[in-house]
Nanobody, 122 residues
Framework: QVQLVESGGGLVQAGGSLRLSCAASGRTNSRFAMGWFRQAPGKEREFVAAITWSGDNTFYTNSVKGRFAISRDDAKNTLYLRMNSLRPEDTAVYYC???????????????WGQGTQVTVSS
């Protein structure tokens, strides 16, 4: 089992920045790909970014490319999402998740955090 806990969400003005963190505990010696997803009010949860277990490759949905950066520090068992140039449409609950391999699909992720709210005001 892997437990994931997100933090770092909050209220920010459009154009601002936030860094989300996801602390992992439990079976952290296993090699998991990690991802960030988000769910806006009234919408389905969607893929945001993913990183391979080695950290060598990252993947993003088109709407955040060039603005968001996913990274991991395995020594700290922590996943990050740096979000710059935030827009009101980035407002959502952000979830981190772990999967046996990198994937864009939620069904491939076995473990999920509880989510952290990000609100971007215009």
């Amino acid at each position: 089992q892997v437990q994931l806990v997100e933090s770092g969400g909050g209220l920010v003005q459009a154009g601002g920045s936030l860094r989300l963190s996801c602390a992992a505990s439990g079976r952290t010696n296993s090699r998991f790909a990690m991802g960030w997803f988000r769910q806006a009010p009234g919408k389905e949860r969607e893929f945001v970014a993913a990183i391979t277990w080695s950290g060598d490759n990252t993947f993003y949905t088109n709407s955040v490319k060039g603005r968001f950066a996913i990274s991991r520090d395995d020594a700290k068992n922590t996943l990050y999402l740096r979000m710059n140039s935030l827009r009101p449409e980035d407002t959502a609950v952000y979830y981190c998740a772990a999967a046996p391999r990198r994937s864009y699909s939620q069904i491939d992720y076995n473990y999920w955090g509880q989510g952290t709210q990000v609100t971007v005001s215009s």
